[in-house]
């Protein structure tokens, strides 16, 4: 099969950090998914083909949250007085253990599904709960919008309520299991080893999930240097290892195959070298790091070490699933560490934190992210024509407008791989 998808309309997007590309009035032409050409004029060859004109709306690339918990959709906002390790137990575990209910789970993750797609987040990497069925019907669902993900069956064998833990060998068995029932979802929908954090796994089940990470090539989420009661704690747990970091490293979990870790706001410089040594990436939360009083992770530190970053909603410590907001929330917040922390500190640009909540956690999922040749082509159609402003603005301005002030109203259309998404039907609240 040879399809084409030619999309006519404002360009916008990112190939590196430090700068926009836009081409007004431009052509992005796809074959099989895949982008061939982005530029100012139709090239001959494809002159006979059918043209989708958007006119003067916006196209820019979908964007792609690098850490959501899609059982904690319905905890939005709650117990946002509370910091990491008492949140998780007076809210967030009661609510996880429900996905053992598969009903309750297409209730919750048909209505989660369904705010991604009107959001914009064409590609998202997700925890699921312990249970094995119902992380098999969120894979279902994405699968059905279309929408891309890495979705994890969560791991926990210590340290977690009776109700919500695994014993060991189980744990390993029902992974296993997951992981040959995740082929059935194709390429878009994909598995990934998700130990929820050291606290809650022993050294036994970490080494077991990262013998299944490279024995089925399958990735690697959790979290890192989130809190620093959390970080006490696996000192506490791990006196052998020299650092947080090291503890998933000496398990396997991060170097072997690729890895995401969530937050690291805390780390140290030797764990920053190892996260650059692993090309580890972090997914930066703003809103939750702000919402958990977690603190300000040191962005620009990473990115000097040139350690891949990618934006995350962290759905439910973020209240916010929109990745325009969290980009948005990821300037705030680095302001304030700039104002309030260290002068030197120059806080993120916008094409900075565009390039993170697009390409920079597109890398996860290979070639994503951008309109460059070779990239998968999301891509977002954006109608911000209501944003009343009877100046001429350029399309950076346009495009900044909209992320602070617009919504997914103006989202007109989403592509994924090249196919246009309709709305999935899951709950219509
Ligand atoms: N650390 C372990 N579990 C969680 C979780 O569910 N959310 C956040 N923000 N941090 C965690
Ligand atoms: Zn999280």
């Not at 700068?19 to 982005?38: L, P, R, T, W």
């Not at 064409?122 to 098999?136: A, N, Q, V, Y």
């Not at 992974?175 to 390429?187: I, N």
């Not at 090291?246 to 805390?266: F, N, Q, S, W």
Request: negative net charge; charged residues 20%; contains cysteine.
């Amino acid at each position: 099969m040879n399809s084409t998808v030619i999309l006519k309309g404002n360009i916008l997007y990112t190939s590196r950090p430090s700068e926009f590309i836009s081409i007004q009035h431009g052509y992005i032409i796809a074959v099989d998914g895949v982008v061939v050409y982005c530029g100012e004029s139709i090239p001959p060859a494809y002159a006979d083909c059918e043209v989708t004109d958007y006119g003067d709306n916006l196209i820019i690339p979908g964007f792609v949250d690098t850490h959501a918990h899609a059982p904690q959709y319905c905890n939005r906002g709650l117990g946002m007085d509370k910091e990491l390790l008492p949140w998780l137990e007076t809210y967030t575990f009661p609510e996880e253990a429900k996905f053992s209910n598969l009903d309750y789970a297409r209730l919750v993750y048909g209505a989660f599904v369904q705010d991604l797609w009107r959001n914009g987040t064409t590609r998202s990497i997700l925890f699921g709960t312990i249970h094995k069925e119902s992380t098999l019907v969120l894979m279902e669902l994405l699968q059905k919008a279309g929408l891309s993900a890495y979705v994890g069956k969560v791991n926990m064998d210590r340290n977690s309520p009776d109700f919500l833990i695994e014993e060991t060998s189980q744990s390993l068995a029902d992974t296993k299991d997951w992981l040959e029932a995740s082929a059935q979802f194709g390429p878009l929908v994909k598995p990934i080893i998700t130990p929820r954090f050291v606290p809650s796994c022993t050294s036994e089940l970490m080494d077991g999930l990262g013998t299944l990470s490279e024995e089925y090539k399958v990735p690697v989420q959790s979290h890192l240097s989130e809190n620093h009661g959390e970080i006490d704690w696996v000192g506490a747990l791990h006196p052998e290892s020299p650092n947080y970091t090291d503890v998933y490293y000496e398990h396997k979990l991060m170097g072997r195959t690729p890895t995401v870790m969530a937050h690291c706001i805390h780390l140290s410089d030797i764990e920053m070298d190892r996260m650059a040594e692993t090309q580890t990436m972090v997914s930066h939360c703003p809103y939750s790091n702000v919402n958990l009083s977690s603190g300000i992770a040191p962005i620009r530190k990473l990115m000097k070490r040139n350690i891949p970053i990618g934006l995350g909603s962290d759905i439910s410590g973020g209240h916010i699933v929109s990745m325009a907001k969290v980009l948005t929330e990821a300037i705030g917040l680095s302001k304030m560490k700039w104002v309030e922390v260290d002068s030197n500190y120059a806080p993120l640009t916008l094409s900075e934190a565009f390039y993170m909540a697009t390409k920079g956690g597109g890398k996860f999922f290979g070639k994503v992210g951008s309109f460059e040749k070779g990239c998968e082509l999301d891509a977002l159609i954006i109608d911000d024509t209501s944003l009343f402003d009877p100046n001429e603005r350029t399309l950076e301005e346009r495009l900044e407008r909209w992320l602070y002030v617009g919504d997914d109203r103006h989202i007109v259309e989403r592509y994924v791989a090249g196919q246009v998404l309709l709305n999935p039907q899951g709950f219509q609240g």
